[in-house]
């Protein structure tokens, strides 16, 4: 700590360091320079200590009395105190953790028994074994889940048997349906075969597209009907000086009862321009009028 060795010989001469050894610190500065307190910091060896120092007002000397414990001495008692302390507190806590699991094993492990009972219920399994061992809240619950298990068993059998009626009924109903669609389907049957024959005597009372083709080289026919017969048909006929007469008629209603009017409104045209010789326009159109009214029963203006 930086004492001469002269010093030191002396000090071991005499066994001891009174008046000899410097002590030359902060604090006996200022315990020099009049001041008073008490304080840690450390000593001449480094060490460190509790401090107190004050100046003695002695005539004709100029000291300060110290005193001084080491810092570990003076607080030895309070580290013991604070270790059994610690150690106190983890024996408390190594017995509550131990007390603890016990206890929690005691509550939870009915409860995970009656988890698993609840899970294989859930899956659907009616048969699962819920065991009722105890008198308290868990055994509530248990019998709770029991009485649910007992009245989900009845719910089932309960739907089953419905199910089966409803089974039943729905194959009955199936066979009468299957029935009615088959008749529909021959009825339709019938009804599309009639059509398609319509359609083949509505064709057969249209010009030829090859003999028009023929008489009007520069010429085309869009025919397309809104349903598998039509009631617009198209005529022609050429005449005897050469010249052409073309119609495209519209008649009331489209379908089989537009093709029957059709018909009619063919065989008209027949009649009085082939028949009859007749070639205006308004005198076909006249006779038509009357014809329609003769052949459908009606009367007109």
Same mark, same amino acid.
């Given at each position: 700590?930086?004492?001469? =060795? ?26 020099l320079?009049?001041?008073t307190?008490? $304080? ?10 509790? =401090? ?22 003076? &607080? ?14 983890i ?34 399994d ?7 061992? %105890? ?10 889940? $029991?009485?649910?298990?007992? =009245?989900? %068993? ?14 039943s009924?729905v ?24 059509i398609?024959?319509?359609? $083949? ?13 023929? $008489?009007?080289?520069?010429s &085309? ?11 617009? &048909? ?31 409104g063919?065989?008209?045209?027949? %009649? ?25 029963s009606?009367?007109?203006?």
């Amino acid at each position: 700590i930086g004492v001469p =060795s002269v010093t030191i010989e002396k000090i071991s001469s005499f066994n001891s360091t009174i008046g000899l050894q410097e002590v030359r610190t902060p604090e006996t500065m200022d315990a020099l320079q009049g001041k008073t307190n008490s $304080r840690t910091c450390i000593d001449y060896r480094g060490v460190p200590v509790l =401090s107190s120092y004050k100046p003695l007002n002695i005539r004709g000397m100029h000291w300060v009395i110290m005193s001084e414990i080491d810092e570990a001495e003076a &607080f030895a008692h309070v580290y013991s105190l604070r270790n059994q302390i610690i150690i106190g507190f983890i024996v408390f806590v190594a017995i509550l953790v131990i007390a603890s699991y016990f206890i929690s094993r005691k509550i939870t492990s009915p409860l995970n028994e009656l988890t698993v009972s609840a899970l294989q219920l859930a899956k659907g399994d009616m048969n699962v074994e819920i065991h009722v061992q %105890r008198k308290d809240e868990i055994g509530i619950l248990s019998m709770s889940f $029991r009485k649910m298990q007992i =009245s989900i %068993r009845n719910l089932i059998g309960e739907l089953r048997h419905i199910n089966q009626n409803l089974e039943s009924k729905v194959v009955e109903r199936t066979e009468e349906i299957q029935k009615q669609k088959e008749l529909v389907e021959d009825k339709n049957k019938e009804i599309v075969d009639s059509i398609n024959y319509a359609l $083949r005597l509505q064709q057969a009372i249209l010009p030829p597209l090859d003999k028009v083709k023929t $008489r009007l080289k520069q010429s &085309f026919i869009l025919f397309k009907p809104k349903d598998i017969v039509s009631g617009d &048909f198209f005529w022609f006929h050429k005449l005897e000086d050469g010249s052409m007469i073309v119609a495209a008629v519209d008649c009331t209603g489209h379908g089989v009862p537009g093709a029957f009017v059709s018909l009619v409104g063919k065989m008209l045209l027949d %009649r009085i321009i082939i028949e009859k010789k007749v070639t205006s326009p308004a005198k076909i159109l006249f006779l038509m009028d009357e014809g329609v009214q003769e052949s459908l029963s009606q009367k007109g203006d």
